[in-house]
Nanobody, 122 residues
């Protein structure tokens, strides 16, 4: 049973930073593409960032480009999302995901975490 566990969420003021982590329960996911998605209250889940299996390629939603950075550490079987210059509209539950094959900005990932809350106050 593959498990993804997010951590690092919390409450931060606008302009601040947070770093989300996602740990995987199996080394198998070191060969998987990984993604971050988020869901704000009353809204659909949306793509945030993705990275391919070896970390060589990344993709970002336009709303976070230049502020968020996704990275991957296969030795630790983990993926990270560094979030800088946070805005109130970044408030959401953030989910990490894993997908065999190429990454995508669609939510067609194979495995999902339970989510971590990020709240940005104005």
């Amino acid at each position: 049973q593959v498990q993804l566990v997010e951590s690092g969420g919390g409450l931060v003021q606008a302009g601040g930073s947070l770093r989300l982590s996602c740990a995987a329960s199996t080394r198998t996911l070191s060969t998987y593409a990984r993604g971050w998605f988020r869901q704000a209250p009353g809204k659909e889940r949306e793509f945030v960032a993705a990275i391919n299996w070896n970390g060589a390629r990344t993709d970002y939603a336009d709303s976070v480009k230049g502020r968020f950075t996704i990275s991957k550490d296969n030795a630790k079987n983990a993926v990270y999302l560094q979030m800088n210059n946070l805005k109130p509209e970044d408030t959401a539950v953030y989910y990490c995901a894993a997908k065999y094959g190429l990454y995508t900005n669609r939510d067609s990932y194979d495995y999902w975490g339970q989510g971590t809350q990020v709240t940005v106050s104005s």
